[in-house]
């Protein structure tokens, strides 16, 4: 037993002197931790600085979902107009609702992009074909320091609709814009 936990040591010293990546070490440190590591736990975020999903159907207008971490917390935003915002008309003209707050608030959120699986959208691309009528949507971010982007026609990754109806709900209720 004392020489496999030496020999485990030896081996997080030559990852940490010779690998870059955290997420490398903190895998060998949960393996060593709990004896396995799962897709889930590596699909959990443990922060976000933004998440923007917008959504567009044949009203040819934009809804648009800005979830942005603050200095103080998070700041969750609904835009709600044209296709394409232009100089004349800032996208702030469009404001519909808007809920700001501190790091419980940021903690809640935190907890709804994990239970909805938004790490796991990234490089979700679909289109259902043989509609006429729909929804388009893309999702740009940045969670867990990494870039990551969605997009779909009438197709939507798991836990979407969900997601986006609890930050509706948050907002309406917590709504700065009455």
């Given at each position: ?8 040591v030896a081996v ?14 903190d895998r ?6 709990s004896g396995?590591v799962?897709?889930?736990d590596?699909?959990k975020?443990k922060?976000f600085?933004s998440i ?8 040819a207008?934009?809804q648009e979902?800005e ?6 917390g998070v ?5 709600y ?7 004349d008309?800032p ?6 609702m808007r809920?700001e707050?501190?790091?419980?608030l ?5 907890d709804?992009v994990n239970d909805?699986k938004v790490?796991?959208?990234?490089g979700?691309?679909k289109?259902a074909s043989g ?5 388009m949507?893309?999702m740009s971010?940045?969670i867990d320091?990494?870039?990551i982007y969605?997009?779909?026609s009438?197709a939507?990754p ?7 109806a609890a930050l ?6 917590k709504?700065?814009?009455?």
């Open positions: 037993m004392k020489r496999r936990i030496i020999c485990l997080v010293m030559a990852s940490v002197l010779t690998l870059s990546s955290c997420s490398v070490i060998l440190l949960a393996l060593l931790m396995t799962t897709e889930e590596d699909m975020a922060e600085d923007i999903i917008d959504i567009q159907g044949t009203e207008a934009t979902y979830v942005l971490r603050t200095d103080d700041r969750i935003s609904y835009y107009g044209p296709w394409n915002y232009n100089d008309e996208k702030e003209d469009y404001l519909e809920a707050g501190g790091s419980e940021y903690e809640q959120l935190l709804l909805h790490k796991k959208w990234d979700f691309s289109s509609v006429l009528d729909g929804e949507f893309s971010g940045t320091g990494k870039d969605a997009h779909g009438n939507f798991e836990g979407f609709r969900q997601f986006t509706w709900d948050i907002m309406k209720e709504n700065t814009q009455k």
